[in-house]
C-alpha cells in the first residue's frame, strides 16, 4: 500500500470528508512525526510503535573501491521500534516472546 | 527541544491545526490513520509513504534461543516481524537539522537552540 491507497482508503471509510481533506491530515500526520525527529524528539504512539532517532558516531570510513581513508561525519539515524500491541497483530494474536514493553 | 516525547496528542492537535475538523475527530482520524496502516501490514502486505518510508512485514524462521540470564535454551518460534525503513529524504531531513543546530551552537555558545526546519 503506497501514500495515496492509504487516501484512498481512508476517503471509503470517511465519505463527509474530501479527499483534499484526507490527503492533508495524512501528511500532516508523517510531517509531524518527521518534525518531531528532525528536533530530536521522540515519537510514542503506544500499540502501534515508537519513533526515535540514533546516534551514529564520527568514523574514518573506507572508500571501498580504492581503500583511502574518509572521514565520515557523526550523523543521525531515524529508528522505528514496533509495539506491542503490533507486533501480536502481525502474528496473529499469539502472544510474543520479546520483552513485552514498547518503550 | 531535543529529547521531548511527541504523542497521538501532538499529532491530533497537527491535524486539529491544519484541517477544519473538531479536536474529537481529529483525534479520531489519527486513529483510523494507524489502524489502516496497521491493518494492512498484519495482512503482510508493504506500506510505502513515499519522503517518509517504508513499513515491511518480515517472517523470520524459528530458532533456538537462549535465555541471556539463565543460560537456559528457549524455543523461538517462526513469527513476524516489522521493518522500517526510513526514505533519503526523511534522513536528510533529520540530519540537516542536526548539523544546523550543531553549527548554531557552535557559532552562538551562550544561546539556546531554537529549531526550525
Known amino acids: 500500500m503506497i501514500k495515496s491507497e492509504l487516501i484512498a482508503r481512508l476517503a471509503e471509510r470517511n465519505p463527509h470528508l474530501f479527499q483534499r481533506d484526507i ?20 515519537v510514542e504512539l503506544r500499540g502501534f510503535g515508537a519513533f526515535s532517532v540514533k546516534q551514529r558516531p564520527a568514523r574514518i570510513g573506507r572508500n571501498p573501491r580504492t581503500g ?34 514498547t518503550d | ?26 483525534a479520531d482520524l489519527v486513529e483510523t490513520v494507524l489502524n489502516e496502516i496497521a491493518e494492512c501490514l498484519a495482512q503482510g502486505d508493504t506500506v510505502k509513504i513515499s519522503s517518509f518510508g517504508s513499513f515491511q512485514v518480515r517472517s523470520k524462521g524459528g530458532r533456538i534461543g537462549r535465555n541471556p540470564k539463565t543460560g537456559e535454551e528457549v524455543p523461538i518460534q517462526p ?13 536528510d531531513r533529520i540530519n540537516a537539522a542536526f548539523n544546523s543546530r550543531k553549527q548554531q551552537q557552535q557559532q552562538q555558545p551562550q544561546q539556546p537552540s531554537s529549531s526550525s526546519t
Request: charged share 30%.
Open chain 1, 23 to 42: 490527503e492533508r491530515i495524512v501528511s500532516t500526520i508523517f510531517d509531524e512525526i518527521a518534525e518531531a525527529m528532525s528536533r530530536g524528539d521522540r
Open chain 2, 79 to 91: 513469527r513476524r516481524v516489522l521493518v522500517f525503513r526510513a526514505s533519503h529524504v526523511l534522513k
Open chain 2, 1 to 26: 527541544m531535543a529529547g521531548a516525547t511527541v504523542t497521538r496528542a501532538q499529532l491530533s492537535e497537527a491535524v486539529y491545526q491544519e484541517v477544519g475538523l473538531s479536536r474529537n475527530e481529529s
Open chain 1, 68 to 101: 583511502a581513508p574518509v572521514h565520515v561525519a557523526e550523523k543521525r539515524i531515524p529508528f522505528f521500534k514496533t509495539g506491542k500491541e503490533l507486533r501480536e497483530k502481525l502474528n496473529h494474536g499469539q502472544p510474543d516472546g520479546e520483552g513485552g514493553h
